[in-house]
């Protein structure tokens, strides 16, 4: 909204949640981007006066209109900002730069024997500056857990991590413990040729960036063969290979983009599959799946959480929890029954204004068995609502159907069942994240 008589009224009315605001200047060109916990707090104070620094009021007389995204969480926000800075440029980013810095992994493909490893980058020159020529991945909120995913996949795909110039080794260099450990193939010792080496770190990227399935596939088919040759001891090796994968997988935080029009191409088949297989219509265009679960410990806390995928990636800013009402009753098919009439409560709300419960999805899946689908499909039922639901049971994987006492088993290595596997763990990730907080808090259960 362009700075006018009613700029203030347009300030106070910016949402109380974390998120990413934009200043543009009179050419809609933008000039900022930044984050914050609160956005309408965080946009006031750029327009109290007396509290700006000299570099920080010039960017304030150069703002014409504010824009702003809403996200769940101030983590989304730091990756939402540095995805927009990437992608503008903004003048007064890089003028007014503070002391944060990023957390990324980067590929030294500028070298003829690449390194992985972690980088902390505290400029837009910086990062500028190691991007060339190379790539970085990134930026993570936390890079802990990454460094454990490059362990793992360090294991499958050797690779160095010294700063040795390859290229100026003495001959008398010795492999180091590295290689003895199965972590590094010795390109210091020409163990290893340059294409065969690049090959490996190439797979790492392709894992660490959400396409490890074409992987999965090439394991499937080598797999495959060897049992066709009854090499059952190279067909197991290729299994190991394809299990490996599908955890590191489950790992990776994919650093999404926030464009409502993206997808993946490679994805539209699987969808389509799935969507084929369950028996639902993309009717609403995004592939806009939701999955629920529960999770209580010692029927204290208990908590349902709804996740949200469109186009076969997770839209964060449309996750939704729950605090669960029936307390102190061990029934998680009455809980189930209760999210799920919670949820689309929401639906047939002609003034619901949250966008996410306003969105009809194409498909429901349920994190558990039979019982908890009857549990939800009743609750469909009962509201007159008709969306294709299914559930997924942990023990044996299978699909089970409202209607049908045969359910479906998908090909275990098929993209299908890594992406519907997927969407089921981020519901249950997200329930167990929110149940911990209200434990280390000692929260009291309000229905909300």
């Not at 065969?196 to 088919?221: A, H, P, Q």
């Not at 609403?284 to 999770?295: F, L, Q, V």
Request: some cysteine; charged content about 30%; overall charge positive.
């Amino acid at each position: 909204m362009p700075i006018d008589t009613d700029f203030k009224l347009y300030i106070n009315s910016l949402p109380d949640s974390p998120g990413v605001y934009i200043y543009r200047n009179k050419n809609s060109k933008v000039i900022y981007v930044g984050k914050a916990k609160n956005i309408k707090k965080r946009v006031k104070q750029y327009f109290q006066s007396g509290l700006l620094t000299k570099k920080t009021a010039i960017l304030v007389s150069k703002i014409n209109s504010i824009e702003y995204i809403k996200v769940v969480s101030e983590k989304e926000a730091l990756i939402l900002e540095n995805q927009l800075i990437k992608e503008y440029m903004p003048k007064y980013n890089i003028l007014l730069k503070d002391d944060k810095d990023y957390s990324y992994i980067i590929i030294t493909l500028s070298e003829d024997y690449p390194r992985i490893f972690p980088i902390h980058i505290r400029s837009l020159e910086e990062r500028n500056k190691l991007s060339k020529n190379n790539v970085l991945l990134g930026p993570y909120p936390s890079i802990t857990k990454f460094k454990n995913i490059l362990n793992t996949l360090r294991r499958m795909y050797p690779f160095r991590t010294c700063n040795i110039d390859i290229n100026k080794i003495s001959k008398d260099k010795r492999k180091c413990i590295y290689y003895d450990l199965g972590l590094c193939n010795a390109p210091c010792d020409k163990l290893v040729s340059k294409n065969e080496y690049r090959k490996n770190i190439l797979n790492i990227e392709d894992v660490l960036t959400g396409k490890g399935y074409k992987l999965i596939n090439s394991y499937k088919r080598l797999m495959n063969d060897s049992s066709d040759r009854l090499d059952f001891e190279e067909a197991l090796k290729y299994r190991n290979i394809i299990k490996d994968l599908i955890y590191v997988m489950s790992k990776v935080y994919i650093n999404e983009k926030y464009n409502k029009n993206s997808i993946d191409k490679t994805l539209i088949p699987v969808l389509n599959n799935i969507f084929n297989k369950v028996k639902a219509e993309n009717i609403s265009g995004k592939w806009r799946i939701e999955c629920y679960d529960i999770s209580n410990f010692q029927e204290s806390y208990t908590v349902g959480s709804m996740v949200v995928f469109e186009n076969g990636m997770p839209k964060k800013s449309d996750y939704r929890k729950f605090k669960m009402s029936i307390l102190n009753k061990p029934n998680d098919f009455a809980r189930i029954h209760e999210l799920i009439s919670r949820r689309l409560s929401h639906l047939q709300n002609k003034n619901e204004k949250d966008m996410s419960f306003k969105s009809r999805p194409d498909l429901i899946i349920i994190d558990g068995g039979m019982e908890q689908l009857k549990m939800a499909n009743s609750s469909l039922t009962a509201m007159n609502i008709s969306i294709p639901i299914v559930s997924l049971a942990k023990k044996e994987e299978l699909i089970y159907f409202p209607h049908s006492k045969v359910p479906l088993r998908l090909d275990y290595y098929s993209d299908e069942m890594y992406l519907i596997q997927r969407i089921r763990d981020e519901a249950h990730r997200f329930a167990i994240t929110y149940h911990r907080l209200l434990r280390s808090k000692g929260m009291k259960i309000d229905r909300f």
